[in-house]
């Protein structure tokens, strides 16, 4: 069964600072996805990544995905408070028709 | 165009009730799921369907029932609600590749 893992589960950083949250996934799948969340809203789509080496940004924010190594990578460049969110990166399960859910990153920027 | 369309946004009910969420959209897709999540938490599968009359089991799929008798519609049944189902529930789509979410219904069970 399809296995998502994500890590940190809690990041505080600073204005200006740079980091990178992980997504490890258990099975094989070509597919993989990263989600925003603000409190108390749904969740917006930010990147699909299809295949091996794929590489998405968008401003301050970009994913990657070596499908080899069943890993993911949504790193930030200069963190504003703007990104303050949580951050689910989701993985598309070969063996059903569904797609499965990191636990999720939980995102502060602070002054 | 509205997407997916949730309803209601919040609901409370007593233990043993019943009810239905609602979920409908209108972009044509196939694929159609139901998520919970839980304070903190990721998203859980509840079910999914691939079509209409087509429905199937996910990951957390106990004490709710689906059904999908047309392509735009995809209810979520609770019977007899138990606290553990204090969630929000997020309803979903999909035609290809990555998801269209619905705003979500916080459901409180007392």
């Known amino acids: 069964e399809l296995k998502v893992e994500q890590n940190p589960l809690f990041l505080s950083m600073q204005e200006g600072k740079n980091y990178t949250i992980y997504c490890n996934y258990s099975?094989?799948?070509?597919?993989l996805y990263w989600y925003r969340q603000d409190p108390g809203k749904s969740l917006e789509s930010l990147f699909v990544?299809?295949?091996?080496?794929a590489v998405k940004q968008e401003g301050r924010l970009m994913a990657s995905l070596d499908t080899k190594a069943r890993l993911s990578t949504l790193h930030i460049t200069a963190a504003v408070h703007d990104l303050s969110a949580t951050y689910f990166c989701?993985?598309?399960?070969?063996?059903?028709?569904?797609?499965?859910f990191g636990a999720g990153t939980r995102l502060t920027v602070k002054p | 165009n509205a997407g997916v369309t949730q309803t209601p946004k919040f609901r409370i009910l007593k233990i043993g009730q019943s009810m239905t969420l609602q979920c409908a959209q209108d972009?044509?897709?196939?694929?159609m799921y139901w998520y919970r999540q839980d304070p903190g938490m990721g998203l859980k599968l509840i079910y999914y369907?691939?079509?209409?009359?087509?429905?199937d089991k996910g990951e957390v799929p106990n004490g709710y029932n689906v059904s999908r008798s047309t392509t735009e519609d995809f209810p979520l049944r609770l019977e007899l609600a138990a606290p553990s189902q204090t969630s929000v529930y997020f309803c979903?789509?999909?035609?290809?590749?990555?998801?269209?979410f619905g705003s979500g219904t916080r459901l409180t069970v007392v």
């Open positions: 099975t094989t799948s070509d597919r």
């Open positions: 989701a993985v598309d399960s070969q063996e059903n028709n569904d797609m499965r």
């Open positions: 369907s691939v079509g209409a009359g087509i429905t």
């Open positions: 979903a789509s999909s035609q290809g590749y990555g998801y269209t």
């Open positions: 972009m044509n897709h196939n694929y």
């Open positions: 990544l299809l295949s091996n080496g």
